[in-house]
Structures are given as structure tokens and as C-alpha cells.
């Protein structure tokens, strides 16, 4: 059995740079550039959630952590649809 | 500490590792394509590593499996977004930078268009 620090150290180690990853969101000079920050944070999220169900013993976050997949993906799509054709619409 | 752990701990290192490499590439690449692609193959990998050794350690069948369901969902939004940001950005007038050798999808798009 692993001690449950090594799950903490990787969740901390992830949100770092996760908020480095925020600076080129915030500060990226077109949209795409803020487009793909906000898709590798929403990745780093993702494996948070999970880590979260190791660290408190539920599973309820992994079922949690297949819809944020989800989510980021429709965002993605539709975002860089937006960007190609200026409408949302099919 | 048996064979299980040390492979998880090992899945794990090598997971924040390429999350690192990702975040690197994203802050000091110089135009869009290329931040994508640092951070599309490095964020891609280091999650179905970091996922799989979590899978692995956790020994169960329900949440192995929902892992495993997780690490390919990432594995084809991933590549599917990040050609879609690409075409989008092209289209949307970014231009690569200066140092880039060759523009095949504009000089592809020009001979269509002529």
C-alpha cells in the first residue's frame, strides 16, 4: 500500500503547474493560444478528480472525472467552430 | 512495498513528467501550432500514465475499468481538439512564425484555390 502523501504530492505538483498554464491563458496573445491553456488545464483537472477519489477513498469522483472529460471536449469543439466559421451553429 | 506499488510510483513520475514538459512548451514555444503541439502529445501521454497507474494500483475490476474508459476518451478528444484548434487557428488568420520552413496545408489550400 502506498501512503497517501506520493496522491497529495502529484495533486500539488499538477495545480502548480496548472496555474502556470493559467498565465498563458490569461495572458496569450490570440484565442487559440487561450483555447489550448484551458484545454491542458481542464486535462490537469481531470486527473485531479481522480487522484481525489484515491485520496478519500470514493469512487464517485472517477464517474465524475468521465463527464468533465466530456465537457472539456464539447467546449473545445465548439469554441474552435466558433473561431472557423463565427457562428455556433451547424 | 511490492511490484504493484513500485510500477504505480514509476506510471506516476513519469506522468508528472511530461505534464512538466507540456507546461514548458506551452509557456516558451513561439506561436500557436507549436504550443499545441507540446502540449497535446505531453498532456495526452502523461494522463494515460498517470491513469494507468492508478488503475493498476487501485485492483479493482468497476474502477480499473472506468479508468481505462477515462484514458481512451482522453486519448481521442485529445488528438480530435487539438486538429480542430489547429484547422480553426489556420483559418482564422494565425500565421506560423517567421522561422518556419515549410507551410504545407497553405501552400495545399493555394493550389486548390487557383
Known amino acids: 500500500?502506498?501512503?497517501?502523501?506520493?496522491?497529495?504530492?502529484?495533486?500539488?505538483?499538477?495545480?502548480?503547474?496548472?496555474?502556470?498554464?493559467?498565465?498563458?491563458?490569461?495572458?496569450?496573445?490570440?484565442?487559440?493560444?487561450?483555447?489550448v491553456a484551458v484545454n491542458v488545464i481542464g486535462t490537469k483537472t481531470l486527473v485531479i478528480l481522480v487522484l481525489f477519489a484515491f485520496i478519500y477513498g470514493r469512487t464517485l469522483y472517477i464517474d465524475v472525472a468521465i463527464v468533465y472529460a466530456l465537457i472539456n471536449f464539447i467546449l473545445t469543439l465548439t469554441i474552435s467552430r466558433y473561431l472557423e466559421k463565427g457562428v455556433v451553429a451547424i | 512495498m511490492n511490484l504493484i506499488d513500485i510500477v504505480t510510483l514509476a506510471l506516476l513520475g513519469n506522468g508528472i513528467f511530461f505534464f512538466f514538459v507540456g507546461t514548458v512548451g506551452l509557456l516558451r514555444l513561439p506561436d500557436v501550432f507549436t504550443r499545441m503541439h507540446a502540449t497535446t502529445k505531453c498532456d495526452t501521454l502523461g494522463a494515460a500514465s498517470i491513469l494507468a497507474g492508478l488503475a493498476l494500483y487501485s485492483a479493482d475490476f468497476f474502477t480499473g475499468g472506468k479508468m481505462v474508459l477515462i484514458i481512451v476518451l482522453a486519448v481521442i478528444a485529445n488528438s480530435t481538439s487539438a486538429h480542430a484548434i489547429a484547422r480553426s487557428a489556420y483559418l482564422s488568420g494565425e500565421k506560423p512564425y517567421e522561422g518556419t520552413l515549410e507551410d504545407a496545408y497553405g501552400r495545399d489550400k493555394n493550389d486548390l484555390d487557383t
Open chain 1, 1 to 35: 500500500m502506498l501512503p497517501e502523501i506520493v496522491f497529495i504530492t502529484v495533486g500539488i505538483v499538477l495545480a502548480i503547474t496548472s496555474f502556470f498554464c493559467l498565465y498563458r491563458a490569461v495572458k496569450g496573445p490570440s484565442a487559440p493560444d487561450r483555447v
